[in-house]
């Protein structure tokens, strides 16, 4: 009997063992099952920020491409604005020039008939440039009448008569009048007198005053002219300035080129009564 006690208590431990070995495997084999589908739920996971982060980047590559294209696009489209613009300007500097050059024939022919004692052409108005000077309208003392018309009237006469004034003289006024610096700059550097007088006393200064050249009272002025002469008529290039309602010419003179504003001629006015 106690043989049959001890063979049952060794069966009942091993038993016992089995059950505990096989616990241990089950338990086992529930972890690796966990571990497993921890692993997977990972990869899983991974799988899915990896798919996020290339759809990103496809998007984002997307809306650069587009971006690019529309930036493409805009420059295009500046291009051909500014062809169109470019070929405007072009245009209306062609036109502009015609229109100057015209205008300058005209009044070369004006001027030599005037200075020949012949009939003036009367110059097309219709398109006249669009830099050339033009005065304002004279003021109330021309229209109640006063020596300077006196003086306009009587160059008319002396028309008709022959003209003592030389060439050269009169290619001067010419130059002073129509803008031409360079060639009297050239002629100036003779010794040819930047002060020189033409019909009535009237300077070089005072042809510029009435034509709005700045530019040629400044290279007069460079070459030593006394821009405080005065004509027939006790009138200065400041008066022509004035009278023929330049003011910001005027202005000019009097503040760079020294002209005296308190000269005053043969009927006592001073150069702002002229406006």
Known sequence: RAEEEAAAEERRAEEAAAA???????????????????????????????????????????????????HSRL?????????????????????????????????????????????????????PPADAPTALPQSHASENGDIWDDMEDEDSEEDDQEDPVDPQTKSAFSMVRHGRRVQLCELLGTGFSPDTRFRRGKTLAMEAAVNNRKGILKLLDS?????????DAGASALHYAYRYGYQQLGEYMVTRLGADDSIQDGQGRTCYQCL
């Open 20 to 70: 505990r070995r096989r616990a241990e495997e089950a338990a086992a084999e529930k972890r690796r099952s966990e571990e497993k589908a921890a692993a997977e739920k990972r990869l899983a996971r991974e799988q899915l920020q990896r798919e996020d982060k290339a759809s990103r980047t496809i998007q984002r590559m997307g809306r650069g491409l587009l971006a690019r294209q529309a």
């Open 75 to 127: 420059l295009w489209n500046a291009w051909e604005e500014y062809r169109e613009w470019q070929a405007l300007v072009i245009q209306c500097a062609w036109r502009q020039y015609l229109a100057r050059r015209r205008f300058r024939e005209e009044c070369d022919a004006a001027w030599q008939a005037y200075y020949q004692g012949q009939e003036i052409p009367a110059p097309d108005q219709g398109n």
């Open 223 to 231: 070459f030593g002219a006394d821009i405080n002469l005065v004509d």
